[in-house]
């Protein structure tokens, strides 16, 4: 809380620019992808982009600009891969989120960058947590 305190909420917001990253390491959408996604997300992220993703967690009404909608289906289908790995490796200016190229290997941006899209895609979000469901039956 102190660090979201110390944010200056007067910044003038500005869209980044996708940085000159490396390319994306291909990870396939499969479930040991969504795994790796999903317990990053949930230690890095939900804290702020809430639980479902959609930027509603613990402290995201206390930032400004509030945190990424991922459920957002019309604004996730206009972003590039390349444009939201950038955010996660390098952060964005003028919000809360950090960047985490020192925190987390390219494939594990990727992984989370698979699992942040699933937040658009219900149904393929749904196919990916069966094994989960079955294992708890």
């Not at 930032?63 to 891969?81: G, H, I, Y």
């Not at 790995?85 to 989370?112: C, H, L, Q, R």
Request: proline share 7%; aromatic share 10%.
């Amino acid at each position: 809380i102190t660090y979201l305190q110390s944010i200056k909420t007067t910044a003038l917001y500005t869209s980044p620019q996708p940085s000159e990253l490396a390319e994306i390491p291909q990870v396939p959408l499969n479930f040991e992808t969504y795994q790796k996604g999903r317990s990053i997300f949930g230690t890095y992220c939900k804290g702020c982009h809430g639980y479902v993703g959609n930027g509603k967690g613990v402290a995201g009404h206390l930032l400004l600009p509030e945190p990424r909608d991922f459920t957002d289906a019309v604004w996730m289908s206009k972003q590039t891969d390349r444009y939201l790995f950038s955010i996660i490796t390098k952060g964005k200016s003028n919000t809360a989120m950090p960047a985490y190229e020192d925190t987390f290997s390219p494939v594990e941006i990727a992984s989370v960058l698979k699992y942040i899209k699933l937040f658009s895609d219900p149904i393929t979000r749904q196919r990916m947590e069966l094994p989960l469901r079955d294992n708890n039956r």
